[in-house]
């Protein structure tokens, strides 16, 4: 139980164009999800909280403008990154909070390229 | 501002031996903390959640404990195995929130 998938696990675009990152919970409902980035050799930082229905928070020094979150159903949160450029190349992790619970389960992540 | 902290960055060690994991944090007001397993390009295992007022908590060959007063956990993996290599990274909660802080990692080698 409690499992994350993600989609895609890695995607290539060129510079100036948007890609869109899915995260849904498999088999239980996911009022807050969360977004963090790891570049290499690094570890997880939070980029923001996807919470469902209502706008999304984002940490200080993240773009809200740039990295679009959408999280329209109590199993998938999206994450947009929009006129992505090389140094958005980067690890996006998501996870999902298990309702009233506090116990964060992760998907695998999603390699991302730019070109 | 919450700050994790991993020592040491990286650790190899001959299969068989006991590995020793260290995990610090600067607030001690931590509500849990819990400690995950990621393998090259892959998401977190989440490996054990200890509750502010546990002192250790145990799986397996793993045995967390926590020392709030200290601000300090250890991680013991016991009879390693090259199935251990990985990167653990221990996480606390910033306050009463779910948002995780994360430590930089440990990076395991275990040598057949």
């Known amino acids: 139980g409690a499992v994350v998938s993600q989609h895609p696990s890695w995607v290539i675009c060129k510079s100036g164009t948007s890609v869109k990152i899915e995260c849904r919970s498999l088999?239980?409902?996911?009022?807050?999800m969360f977004w963090y980035r790891q570049f290499p050799k690094q570890s997880l930082m939070l980029m923001a909280t996807?919470?469902?229905?209502?706008?999304?928070?984002?940490e200080q020094g993240v773009e809200k403008d740039k990295f679009l979150i959408n999280h329209a159903s109590l199993t998938l949160s999206t994450l947009t990154v929009t006129s992505a450029h090389p140094e958005d190349s980067s690890f996006y992790i998501c996870?999902?909070?298990?309702?009233?619970?506090?116990?964060?389960?992760f998907g695998p992540g999603t390699r991302l390229t730019v070109t | 501002k919450q700050e994790v902290t991993q020592i040491p960055a990286a650790l190899s060690v001959p299969e068989g031996e006991n590995l020793v994991l260290n995990c610090s944090f600067t607030?001690?007001?931590?509500?849990?903390l819990q400690w995950f397993r990621q393998d090259p390009g892959k998401g977190l295992t989440s490996l054990l959640l200890?509750?502010?007022?546990?002192r250790e908590q145990t799986s397996g060959r793993l045995n967390a404990s926590l020392d709030k007063s200290s601000g300090r956990s250890t991680l013991y993996i016991a009879a390693s195995q090259p199935g251990d290599s990985a990167t653990y990274l221990c996480?606390?909660?910033?306050?009463?929130?779910?948002?995780?802080?994360f430590g930089g990692g440990t990076r395991v080698l275990v040598k057949p």
């Open positions: 996870s999902a909070l298990l309702a009233g619970g506090h116990e964060q389960y």
């Open positions: 088999d239980f409902q996911a009022t807050t």
């Open positions: 996807s919470n469902e229905g209502s706008k999304a928070t984002y």
């Open positions: 607030d001690s007001a931590i509500y849990n």
């Open positions: 200890i509750q502010s007022s546990q």
């Open positions: 996480a606390v909660p910033r306050g009463a929130g779910n948002k995780l802080t």
